[in-house]
């Protein structure tokens, strides 16, 4: 039986991650929780690290392995301070960026699922601002 994740690239291809993470960084510019997090001024950089990630992750080419090597999400993570807000704010843009890039049923469910959890997962900072 195979995990689902690993089908997600076969059904929505390199064109669905293109249109899902151009639609989350253009969301990530205007976001005032989310854009001082990020330290570099051009964010296509990000935007391609990402982009490499989820297609590894969801059953795509090894390409982010070979640039950067092992996830390692959490330690990746850990120089940004990331509470329950910039937590809340990530997965709301991420969900309206599935919707923009019209990512297809069964994908949508499965990566809908998968952001809300590693998302939550990455919070490092529990005190108020
Ligand atoms: C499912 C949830 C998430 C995934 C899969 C994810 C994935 C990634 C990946 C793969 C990188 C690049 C790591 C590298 O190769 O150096 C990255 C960087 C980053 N992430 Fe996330 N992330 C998630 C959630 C979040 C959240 C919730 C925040 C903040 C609220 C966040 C903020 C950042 C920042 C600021 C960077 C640095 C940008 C850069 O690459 O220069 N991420 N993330």
């Given at each position: 039986m195979t995990n689902p994740e690993q089908n997600v690239y076969t059904q929505i291809g390199a064109a669905g991650f293109e249109r899902l993470v151009g639609a989350f960084y253009r969301h990530v510019a205007e976001e005032p929780l989310l854009r001082p997090?990020?330290?570099?001024?051009?964010l296509r950089p990000a935007a391609r690290r990402l982009r490499l990630f989820l297609e590894q992750f969801f059953g795509g080419p090894r390409t982010y392995m070979m640039e950067?090597?092992?996830?390692r999400l959490r330690m990746r993570h850990s120089p940004f301070r990331i509470d329950q807000a910039a937590r809340d704010a990530w997965v709301r843009h991420m969900l309206a960026a599935l919707d923009e890039a019209e990512i297809p049923e069964p994908a949508y469910s499965t990566m809908r699922d998968y952001f809300e959890r590693t998302a939550t997962g990455l919070i490092n900072s529990y005190f108020p601002t």
């Open positions: 997090l990020y330290p570099e001024e051009d950067r090597g092992h996830p």
